[in-house]
């Protein structure tokens, strides 16, 4: 069999390694860093959730939808080109959605590190108007952490946060000459002059990087002082300022919502099939156990993709940068790097053999769940997963900005947790056996928790990276722990519809679930009061969960071998027409499941 071409194994599986490494590569370029590109849009946290869980109730839902089209007609092949080339272009779509204010100077490119526009901290709650004489001012709205990244050599002290009369956020003159800030009711103040000092000192990462001597009168958004004649004017016109200004927001939300959308259709439904492809490919020629270690691959990918995109931004983003902010290299090497992905996909196992299987697969995999305690148990603990992961992949760059984290920086600390899962999955048959299935669960739950509690704490950018450590629990051990006892409650036929279904609705939906509620938790309260109640959530949950585990009656399971063995033995013929019935039923029914 292994002369056939179309059964190479060894070719196979290096196809199918070489694809895995490189959409991990290509998937590493933009999605842990495209929540960091909508800030810098300007866009507020309640926005950028709203666009986070659009994409991943995508990902939930039309990914297997597309799946299944793409099986039942034998579009496989058609549906991989087409995913990888069109989500290419779609990428593209985000380098032109426009910036909400296309005036902020975003970063500093004569060759050093100059300074940043100050970030609002994400939690803000007053809303800051910035106009110049020649533009109309932009509102920001509460949260929105909007201008650029803070760097620990160029930051801006920002006093005025509490917006008190006759205060703003001070912006460094040399960056931003003719803004001003005003308070939500239409007075602004002239920007105090701000004499560069030496940075370092003690405090916060931007403490020192400038100092005010002067104070400002409070003006109007016309740029007149209290109390003068021309106060009428400005008045009137500053109603039309904040409509342009939320004209300005719609469009930016819009663009951004659009080109999300179109991406993510495009983009969703490759992973899976592909792993069905191949799954499938390996099955006809009894090799489904090599298919357990491909996924190997695609964390090498990320590792090294995170970390290099990270690199070319620091060096090309000031040269391919027009008008947009920084970050458009990220979308520019996701688009080479699937042209890369469409080569392999030429040659990626698609069988051409239909294999008949029985129907409905995933309602009935739905209904096992509806009717196994411990299914359920599973099904809610991954959806807090979503929901609590997606937290961390939305809003932990932003944090790290803020304590003024470089992005090569932010590249390392994922790439040290996808490291970390691999170094500990040599591990993964002695953790699940000594902890059990229920304690390795337990296990990473208890991590995450620590993790996002820590986060909540951060006092620097490297502080980070000793958190990272723990993903290596808090995601590998955990899904090995859930994985695990998925195949070990599935009916025979029902394996992968539940894993699926485990990845995608529960995981996905919960993500989506997280994204919508968690920017409005960062613009009411902030991003450490978000993580400490995800942390609360989780540890209420664990201990919930281990109580109801405990006590819920063993499982009771079929010894086949014992059965036959019983067959084979000198017992009585009772005996052995009993067993024969139960054993004949049970392939009856079975039988009838595949004929259905």
Known sequence: ??????????????????????????????????????????????????????????????????????????????????????????????????????????????????????????????????????????????????????????????????????????????????????????????????????????????????????????????????????????????????????????????????????????????????????????????????????????????????????????????????????GVVHFYGYSLVSLLALLVSVAFPVPTCRRREPRYKTIKALSLIGGNPRLILLALTVFLLGAATSTVQNFLFWHMEDHGSSELIMGFSVALGLLGEILLHPFKTVLLRKLSRMGTAGLGLGCLSGQLLYYSFLWNWWSVLPAQILSAVSNGALWWAVKASVEDLATPGTERPLSFMFRGHFYWGGASMGSFMGGFVVTRFSLAVLYQACCVILLLWLALFLSIWLRLPPEQKINYSKLLAMEASDTSDSEQGTERDWLVKAMREEHSDWKS
């Open 1 to 326: 069999m292994s002369a056939n071409p179309q059964w190479d194994i060894s070719r196979t599986l290096a196809v199918a390694r070489l694809f895995h490494l490189v959409c991990g590569v290509r998937d590493a370029c933009v999605i842990p860093f495209l929540t960091l590109y909508l800030r810098q849009l300007g866009l507020a946290a309640p926005w950028v959730g709203i666009l986070m869980g659009t994409k991943h109730l995508i990902a939930a839902f039309w990914a297997p939808f597309c799946a299944f089209l793409a099986k039942s007609y034998q579009k496989r092949r058609v549906l991989l080109i087409g995913s990888l080339f069109g989500s290419a272009g779609a990428s593209l779509l985000m380098v032109l959605v426009p910036p909400l204010d296309k005036d902020l100077v975003y970063s500093s490119c004569n060759g050093s590190q100059g300074a940043t526009a100050a970030a609002l901290p994400p939690g803000v709650a007053p809303s800051v108007n910035i106009t110049s004489a020649q533009e109309p001012a932009f509102n920001y709205p509460a949260g929105a952490p909007s201008l650029a990244a803070r760097r620990s050599t160029g930051m801006v002290e920002a006093s005025g946060l509490s917006e008190a009369p006759g205060e703003g956020v001070q912006e460094p003159v040399s960056h931003l000459p003719g803004y001003s800030v005003g308070s939500p009711g239409g007075a602004r103040t002239t920007p105090p002059v701000l004499h560069p000092v030496t940075p370092g000192v003690k405090g916060t990462p931007w403490e020192g990087a400038f100092k005010v001597v002067s104070t400002a009168l409070p003006l109007l958004a016309g740029g007149t002082e209290l109390g003068t004649p021309a106060n009428l004017s400005a008045a009137k016109g500053h109603d039309r300022t904040f409509d342009l200004s939320l004209k300005a927001l719609r469009w930016t939300f819009i663009l951004s919502l659009g080109s999300v959308v179109l991406w993510e259709l495009l983009k969703a439904p490759l992973e899976q099939v592909a792993d069905d492809s191949l799954y499938e490919y390996l099955d006809f020629v009894d090799a489904t156990d090599r298919y357990r270690s491909l996924w190997i691959w695609r964390l090498l990918g990320m590792s090294a993709g995170v970390c290099g995109i990270s690199a070319l931004v620091e060096q090309l983003d000031c040269y391919l940068m027009t008008n947009g902010p920084r």
